[in-house]
C-alpha cells in the first residue's frame, strides 16, 4: 500500500537524523530487517541491559523446569511470545505485521526438549541457541522472544528519548502482552507512547546498541562454521543433497538434519557458544548511520554541527538549546560509549 517510506521524524516535523540519535529511526510503513540480538545484552557493560539478558535466560529455563515437571499449561503460560509490532523489526515483505511465535513456541520448546534429553539437564545459555535445536525458530524469532521480554524496558526508554527529541506522546496508548518481573506475569497496560499515525498503534524506540543485522550466535553461521568443520573428517559425514527440490523445500529439509545433529551432539553446540562468547568483542552492534539507512556523510555531519555552533547565540536563553547540541555531537561522537540510558 506504502511504497515510500515515512520515517519517524518526518511524520512528527522533527529534524533529527540517525545519526544524531541513540534509537534506530523506525520505518512507519514497514519492518526494517533488523533484529533485537540478546548477545548484545549479554556483552553489554550496562547492568540494565545485562540484567535483560539474565530474565530471558530465567523464563526460557523456567519453563524447562516446567517441562520436567510435567507441568503443562505452566509452560503454555509462559512461553508464549507474539510478534512484537510495536518496535517495527522483521524480515517480512513490505508490511508490518508478521506472525510471531504466540503459543506456538511452548509446543516447539516442548518437542525440543522431548528429542533431546541432555538439553534438559543442561538448559539454555543464550535463547539463540533455539534456532540450532529447533525447526521452527529463526533470527526473526529471536527478536520477537527478546522484544516482548524487554517491552517493560523499552517503554522505559521511548518515553526517555521521546521527552529529549520532542518527540510527542499520546496518552493511554494500550501495550499488550509485557511481562511483569515483579509479579512473574505477562500483563497488559496503557502508556504514553508515540502514535503510528498510519496504523494507530503505539511506537516502542529500540537502542542502536542492542540491534544487529542477523544475531552474533545464528543458524547459517553455524552451518557454515562449525558444522562444517565437525563433517570435514569423515568423508561419510556430510549435508546430504536433494537434487529437483526447490530451494525452500532443501533449505526446510537440511534444517531439519542439523538440528538432528546438534540435539544428539550438545558438545557440538557448547563448542559453538564458545567460540562465538570468546569472540564476542567482535559482535558489533548497528552503530553508523549509513548501516541504519542514513546516507548522509560523516563530513555532511560534520558541517552541519560546526555550522550549528557557529550560528548560535551566546548567553542564557540559548543555554539548553546548547547542552541539547553538544550531546547530539557527544552522541554521534562517542557511541555507545556515552550514549544516555537512564
Known amino acids: 500500500m506504502f511504497n515510500k517510506k515515512l520515517l519517524l521524524p518526518h511524520s512528527f516535523g522533527l529534524s533529527f537524523t540517525q545519526s544524531e540519535v541513540d534509537f534506530v529511526i523506525p520505518d512507519l510503513t514497514t519492518d526494517i530487517p533488523l533484529c533485537i540480538d540478546p548477545f548484545l545484552l549479554y ?39 507474539p510478534e512484537a509490532n510495536e518496535i517495527s523489526f522483521g524480515y517480512s515483505d513490505r508490511h508490518s505485521k508478521g506472525s510471531g511465535l ?45 522484544a516482548n521480554v524487554l ?37 497488559d497496560g496503557y502508556f504514553d507512547l508515540p502514535k503510528n499515525p498510519i496504523t494507530g498503534d503505539p511506537i516502542l524506540l529500540v537502542p542502536r546498541r542492542i540491534v544487529r543485522r ?17 563433517l570435514r573428517p569423515t568423508p561419510n559425514k556430510r549435508m546430504p543433497t536433494y537434487p529437483g527440490m526447490a530451494k ?10 542439523v538440528v538432528k545433529l546438534t540435539r544428539e551432539s ?12 570468546k569472540e564476542g568483542s567482535q559482535a558489533e552492534p548497528l552503530l553508523t548511520h549509513e548501516q541504519a539507512g542514513d546516507t548522509t556523510s560523516n563530513y555532511q555531519i560534520g558541517e ?39
Do not use: C
Open 266 to 277: 550438545l558438545t557440538l553446540l557448547d563448542q559453538y557458544i564458545r567460540r562465538k562468547e
Open 43 to 81: 556483552r553489554s557493560k550496562d547492568a540494565l541491559l545485562s540484567n535483560q539478558h539474565q530474565n530471558l535466560l530465567a523464563i526460557f529455563n523456567q519453563g524447562i523446569r516446567y517441562y520436567r515437571e510435567g507441568k503443562e499449561k505452566e509452560l503454555a503460560h509462559l512461553i508464549d511470545f
Open 214 to 230: 542477523l544475531p552474533w550466535i545464528n543458524y547459517d553461521d553455524f552451518v557454515n562454521h562449525e558444522l562444517k568443520m565437525f
Open 248 to 257: 525452500q523445500e532443501k533449505l526446510q529439509i537440511a534444517k531439519q538434519e
Open 304 to 342: 552541519n554541527f560546526i555550522a550549528r555552533l557557529n550560528n548560535l547565540p551566546s548567553g542564557r536563553a540559548t543555554a539548553n538549546e546548547y547542552q541539547r547540541l553538544i550531546f547530539e555531537i557527544l552522541n554521534y561522537l562517542f557511541e555507545p560509549e556515552l550514549t544516555m540510558v537512564n
Open 102 to 146: 504466540g503459543t506456538q513456541l511452548n509446543q516447539l520448546l516442548s518437542n525440543t526438549l522431548s528429542a533431546s534429553e541432555p538439553l534438559q539437564v543442561r538448559g539454555l545459555r543464550h535463547i539463540e541457541e533455539l534456532q540450532l535445536v529447533s525447526i521452527g525458530i529463526g533470527a526473526d524469532r529471536v527478536s520477537d522472544i527478546a
Open 151 to 187: 517491552k517493560e524496558f523499552l517503554i522505559n526508554y521511548t518515553q526517555k528519548q521521546a521527552k529529549l527529541w520532542n518527540i510527542p506522546l499520546t496518552p493511554g496508548l494500550p501495550i499488550s502482552h509485557y511481562f511483569d518481573f515483579e509479579s512473574w506475569e505477562w500483563s
